[in-house]
């Protein structure tokens, strides 16, 4: 069974810090892995995927498959980064069964002092 | 079309009573996911339809729950004999189906269900 640990129930920064969201995973596979956002009073929605290698909104988040990592970053923090981030994992497409529920961490609420 | 719909919003109901919430997904959307979050946890999956086949239910989906989506467009999920436990927010999302690693899990604004 896959399972997805984020440490950190809150992480508070100042504005124009770096910012780093921990995610850890247990799989046995090749998952895929994702960060999504829930800002205050909207629904989730998907941030970032690690197979798109994209950054945004300025966060990056490589997957190190070494360490079981999915760690999100933002060099610089801004107040509209405050929101609840999960990571979240699909296993391999090719494993059948489960290939497409999505497997969430608990989050972590980033806080931006301004 | 702005998105996955869920209705009602939110469901306040009495220990034993049934309740059902509809999920309206994008159009199109091959794929129909729900979940539920309850306090200080992150989503998890309850089970999930590739058109209007139920294709995977999770352990969590005790007997007293059901899913259908009838005609592969909108899903309902039925609580019989609510206990206290079901309280939570119920997610729906939906996905386009596509093959691959391209297909993105779009999220409702889920029901919050409150049994009292």
């Known amino acids: 069974a896959q399972r997805v640990t984020q440490p950190e129930k809150l992480l508070s920064v100042f504005k124009g810090a770096p910012v780093e969201l921990k995610c850890n995973y247990s799989y046995s596979g090749s998952p895929e892995l994702f960060w999504y956002v829930q800002y205050s009073r909207q629904r989730l929605q998907l941030l970032l995927r690690h197979i798109s290698r994209e950054s945004i909104k300025g966060f990056t988040a490589d997957l190190n498959k070494g360490e079981t990592s999915f760690h999100l970053k933002k060099p610089f923090a801004q107040e509209e980064d405050s929101a609840m981030y999960y990571c979240?994992?699909?296993?391999?497409?090719?494993?059948?069964?489960?290939?497409?529920?999505?497997?969430f961490g608990k989050g972590t609420k980033l806080s931006v002092i301004p | 079309d702005t998105g996955v719909s869920q209705d009602p919003r939110h469901k306040i109901t009495k220990r034993g009573q049934n309740v059902t919430f509809r999920c309206d997904p994008i159009s199109e959307h091959n794929r129909l996911y729900w979940y539920r979050q309850t306090l200080g946890q992150g989503p998890e999956f309850l089970t999930y339809f590739q058109n209007e086949a139920q294709l995977e239910k999770s352990r969590l989906l005790s007997d007293r729950f059901s899913a259908e989506r009838p005609k592969g467009s909108f899903s309902t999920l039925e609580i019989q004999r609510t206990e206290q436990g079901d309280s939570a927010m119920y997610l729906c999302a939906s996905s386009p189906g596509t093959s691959g690693t391209t297909d993105t899990q779009y999220f409702g604004p889920g029901t919050r269900l409150t049994v009292l």
């Open positions: 979240a994992l699909r296993p391999d497409l090719y494993s059948g069964a489960g290939s497409y529920q999505l497997t």
